[in-house]
Structures are given as C-alpha cells and as structure tokens.
C-alpha cells in the first residue's frame, strides 16, 4: 500500500523542523550569523529563511546533520512536534 502525504502535511513537517532549530540555536546561545559561520556559509539568507520556511525554503539532511553537530543536538530532536 503506498501513503500519500499531503502538501500541508510535509509545509507543517518543515515548519517545525524550523522552529525547533531555532528553539534550540537561541538556547545554546546562537545568533543566526554564529550557526552561519559555524556552518561554514558566509551569508545568514540560509538560516533566516530555512528557520520561518520562508518562500518554501527549508533545511536538508546535510544542514541538519552540521547543524546538530554544532549545537550538540540530536538530529532526531528536529522533528518533534
């Protein structure tokens, strides 16, 4: 049997993913431009627009994998509702 997932479900799947990194960045003292450096980008356009999912722009597996590392959290922690 093949799931189907909605559009909205998968918004909401990345909307929360957004503001869980941003829940967890603020706690481990991290301003956007600190998790950007850290990272290894040089501009905070990825960060600002990924954490709101902002015009649909939403983190990938590879920024979350860096971005757990940096703050020294689970990956799986992303995800909770």
Known sequence: ???EFSD???KELYKTIGKNVKKYRIE???TQLDLTYEMGN???SLISACEPYTNGKHFNIEHLYKISKILD???CNFFEK
Do not use: L, N
């Open 73 to 75: 959290v689970p990956i």
């Open 1 to 3: 049997m093949k799931y």
């Open 42 to 44: 040089k501009s905070v």
């Open 8 to 10: 909205e479900e998968i």
């Open 28 to 30: 481990k003292g991290y």
